[in-house]
């Protein structure tokens, strides 16, 4: 009989941490695995030696729960330039982190709708550590209470951050929004130099390899018990599904219905590879006059192209790669040779509807006597947040198992 003190859902980074801090207790535990690898939204692929993450994906230098996982800290990474790149009526702007460049941030990076009075309020908000923020107020009210000029919330903050959070109007926690704000000004930003998936890899060194049933779909759960679709049975003591969507595999007797409405963003990835003069390496490029493109940054290929990674939030056809094609010729007249080499259509990208984000609480939900719900939808959207849900609801478990 296939009984396990613990059955975990899902091997993303939440499946993972849970799995890799059984592992350390020496607890019993499987994580069953729908898709043929491990990793969930935080995946690459390889295209002619190169690797290409699907969506768009960022490191902190020092996510707090990192610290957690040593080998996270250790993987060879490519860093981003602080600061970013805005067009704003046909001209290019840099600006520079305020925080590494203090003088040249003051004296420099002027863009229409870019006023000192916005400068200096950027500094303070960067600086202040006694903000006072209502969990019930709206980012952007915030930002407009704060001072900040309309201009500058609709260049910056709604340019940046929308595609950050995939959500133009901002619609996050406070907390969530001034956490991820200050990350980006204080902390170092990177990517695996070998893709996020190494991330995933990392957390699972670890595990066993029997530990990680890939391709076994979970079609209905009951209160000891799943059945997969292949139509094998498990037994279980406890459950931790790292999805919302697990929940419709509940049965009637004990489907609570309580993410029955939670939603998700998409997004769009594209890699184009391309000949191009005078652009900057692994810096943010934001475009907010074109209609397809969110933002993009170039690297360097090993071919001596360059590749150049387009987030997007627009549909994706025939006729926005068009667009994105002529907006991209059209935005860097030195690119030559221009060719689309992947796409990805990423259809929950990230959670998106906020009520159920516990910000800095236990970030798990305690579904029923025995099932247990974790992941960054019932914390907040990132690696961290995962990361922070998968440890929390092991902290959880260790203590129920002591006190029984």
Do not use: W
Request: charged fraction near 25%.
């Amino acid at each position: 009989m296939n009984f396990f003190e613990t059955i975990v859902i899902g091997a993303g980074l939440t499946g993972l941490t849970i799995g890799s801090l059984l592992t350390e207790k020496n607890r019993e535990f499987v994580i069953l695995e729908s898709d043929n690898k491990i990793g969930g939204r935080v995946k690459t692929e390889k295209f002619n030696d190169e690797f290409l993450d699907v969506g768009f994906h960022v490191l902190f230098e020092n996510y707090p729960n990192f610290k957690n996982f040593h080998g996270i800290k250790k993987i060879p990474k490519q860093y981003f330039k602080s600061g970013f790149k805005i067009k704003v009526q046909e001209k290019f702007y840099k600006v520079l982190n305020p925080l590494r460049h203090p003088f040249g941030f003051l004296i420099n990076n002027h863009f229409p709708g870019f006023s000192n009075k916005d400068r200096l309020l950027l500094l303070k908000l960067l600086l202040d550590k006694k903000i006072l923020t209502c969990k019930n107020i709206e980012v952007i009210n915030f930002l407009q209470n704060y001072g900040f000029s309309s201009e500058f919330i609709e260049y910056f903050f709604r340019n940046f951050f929308g595609g950050v959070f995939l959500n133009y109007n901002l619609s996050v926690p406070m907390e969530y929004f001034l956490f991820i704000f200050k990350m980006f000004a204080f902390e170092k930003v990177s990517v695996p130099k070998e893709g996020i998936q190494t991330v995933a890899q990392t957390l699972s060194k670890g595990i066993t390899k029997n530990s990680i049933l890939p391709n076994s779909k979970v079609r209905k759960i009951l209160n000891n018990q799943l059945e997969t679709d292949s139509g094998e049975k498990y037994y279980f003591k406890r459950l931790v599904c790292t999805d919302p969507s697990i929940e419709l595999c509940m049965d009637s007797s004990i489907n609570s219905n309580v993410f029955r409405d939670i939603t998700y963003s998409s997004t769009h990835c594209y890699y184009y590879e391309c000949n191009v003069e005078n652009v900057d390496e692994y810096l943010i490029y934001l475009l907010p006059d074109t209609e397809e493109i969110v933002n993009l940054y170039f690297r360097k290929a090993n071919s001596g192209k360059y590749i150049i990674s387009i987030s997007s939030m627009g549909a994706c056809t025939d006729q926005s790669e068009k667009k994105i094609s002529c907006e991209i010729q059209k935005i860097f007249p030195s690119i030559t040779n221009l060719r689309l080499i992947k796409k990805f259509f990423i259809r929950k990208a990230l959670p998106s509807n906020s009520k159920y984000f516990d910000y800095k609480d236990k970030s798990f939900l305690k579904y029923s006597k025995n099932i247990y719900f974790a992941g960054d939808f019932l914390s907040y959207p990132s690696s961290n947040g995962a990361i922070e849900s998968g440890m929390s609801v092991v902290k959880e478990l260790i203590k129920l198992e002591r006190s029984a």
